[in-house]
């Protein structure tokens, strides 16, 4: 886990505050992040109408699809910029190609963790030769929203996987 | 000593162990948690923070899942023969360790005799030998119901008896099925908590359950095949030296009740030897080395032997004698 700027000494933050106007108490942060799992079940009304709905996922069988939604909710009296939510694909999963959505995010993926780039522009070494990563080789999922994220409002990262 | 290879059509049933399919278990192990934890990373004027969501969790269920192949598809048998064996393999493709029970089920339509079940009828291949051997336990529902790892698999072994009114041909069939004992149904069924390390049971799309069906075939007619050899040397002697001429002579007969349809008799031409042309013989009657109308030949590859087709044998037909000659090569 990245550690960010928080050895900062109690002057910085009196100078932002000063600047603000309005005190961002370290203590507490300011995004509050939610991982949720779930599953698609198609429901059908009385009518024979069928429709799609999202349950929570709690035991799967292998071959199931899993949702993974991530929600950023900013608590505090100021806005939050260059929000950024990374998400590794979890063990035993296999990351479902084009699944992964947040609206205003440039999403970028990753391999090795280290290096994101774009869907398709990633490659692999296998047996000594590179070739292009398949989506469901990428194992990290990064979101970079482009706009600030104001106070009391959601960002939504979302992406499926189906258990190997 | 030359290999002497003797093929017979229909009547003569093939016996040979069909290997095994590779049926894999699917899936990660049953009760395996997966984790899944996000960060945020994000600024508030001048100060960059991270902050790590809650984990959220799956549980990985278990999926009931068997597979029952039969490795001996068809098994010649006589009429009256007791303890005939047929050999199966039960697979666990399921993702979590599962107890199945077996039983074997011989009224079958389709044949024209039903398999007396032996008793004991069913036998575990208790020391994965892959054959039956006075070791392994017989098998008794519900005390020794065989538990299979995830991709695990146990060789099962079925006896049963020939009724003595069977006559060539006739087929009898046997099934062994073998189903989970944490359920069985219709895939996707789900038994709570019933699965490995107290995860859900979720039946998979074989069921739960598996069944495959061997074939006992009587065949009444049994084939001997004698070879002998007369050795002369250019010398007038008897020994086996280079230059020496062997002749063989093989006497086929065919015994029992029924028939070897298009019996084909074939013999290599040994290593170190060389046919001497012209001289083919079935019954005293001279066949002509090339391939052409009458029944035997003279054939140089995929390896130098002769070949007499020799009909449908019954025992009504008499003892066949094939003779052919070589010369011993120099060195």
């Known amino acids: 886990m990245k550690t960010g700027n928080r050895n900062f000494i109690g002057a910085i933050a009196l100078i932002a505050s000063a600047l603000s106007g309005q005190a961002f108490a370290q203590s507490q942060d300011c995004i509050v992040l939610k991982s949720t799992a779930e599953i698609e079940k198609e429901m059908v009304s009385d009518q024979g109408e069928k429709s799609k709905s999202l349950v929570p996922a709690g035991k799967v069988i292998p071959g199931t699809e899993v949702v993974w939604t991530v929600t950023a909710n900013n608590v505090c009296k100021q806005p939050s910029d260059k929000v950024t939510i990374n998400n590794p694909v979890p063990d035993h999963m296999a990351l479902v190609p084009n699944s992964a959505t947040g609206p205003g995010a440039d999403i970028t993926y990753s391999v090795d963790g280290k290096s994101f780039a774009p869907a398709g522009q990633l490659t692999v070494q296998e047996n000594g030769v590179t070739r292009p990563a398949r989506g469901d080789e990428y194992k990290h999922i990064r979101w970079e929203f482009k706009n600030s994220l104001a106070p009391g409002a959601s960002a939504f990262a979302r992406f499926r996987a189906v258990l190997n | ?331």
């Open chain 2, 1 to 331: 000593m030359q290999s002497l290879r003797f093929t017979a059509l229909a009547a003569i049933a093939l016996t040979l162990g069909v290997s095994a399919n590779n049926a894999h278990a699917r899936g990660v192990p049953a009760g395996t948690a997966i984790n899944n934890t996000a960060t945020v990373d994000y600024t508030v004027g001048a100060v960059t923070a991270t902050v790590t969501s809650n984990q959220s969790s799956v549980v990985v269920a278990e999926i009931v899942d068997v597979d029952v192949i039969v490795q001996t598809p068809t098994v010649a048998v006589t009429p009256g023969a007791t303890q005939q064996v047929m050999r199966y393999r039960v697979t666990n493709i399921g993702n979590g360790p599962e107890t199945f029970r077996l039983v074997m089920s011989n009224a079958i339509a389709g044949d024209q005799f039903d398999p007396t079940a032996a008793s004991p009828a069913i036998y575990l291949d208790s020391d994965a030998s892959g054959t039956y051997n006075t070791g392994d336990a017989p098998y008794v529902v519900g005390t020794n119901d065989p538990v299979l790892a995830a991709d695990g698999f146990v060789t099962v072994f079925v006896f049963n008896d020939i009724p003595a009114a069977a006559v060539d041909g006739n087929t009898g069939r046997s099934n062994l099925t073998a189903d989970a004992r944490t359920g069985t149904g219709a895939p996707g069924t789900v038994f709570a908590g019933a699965g490995a390390s107290g995860t859900d049971a979720v039946v998979g799309s074989t069921g739960g359950d598996g069944v495959a069906q061997g074939e006992y075939v009587v065949e009444g007619v049994a084939i001997t095949a004698i070879k002998s050899q007369t050795v002369v040397d250019q010398f007038g002697g008897a020994r086996p030296v280079p230059g020496a001429r062997i002749d063989y002579s093989i006497v086929v007969n065919a015994t029992g009740t029924g028939i070897a349809a298009a019996a084909a008799f074939t013999d290599n031409i040994p290593t170190g030897t060389t046919y001497v042309p012209g001289t083919l013989r079935l019954n005293t009657t001279a066949l002509s080395d090339n391939a052409d109308a009458d029944v035997g030949a003279f054939e140089s590859s995929p390896q130098p032997r002769v070949r007499v087709q020799l009909g449908n044998l019954t025992a009504a037909s008499g003892t066949q004698t094939i003779t052919f000659a070589v010369t011993i090569n120099s060195l």
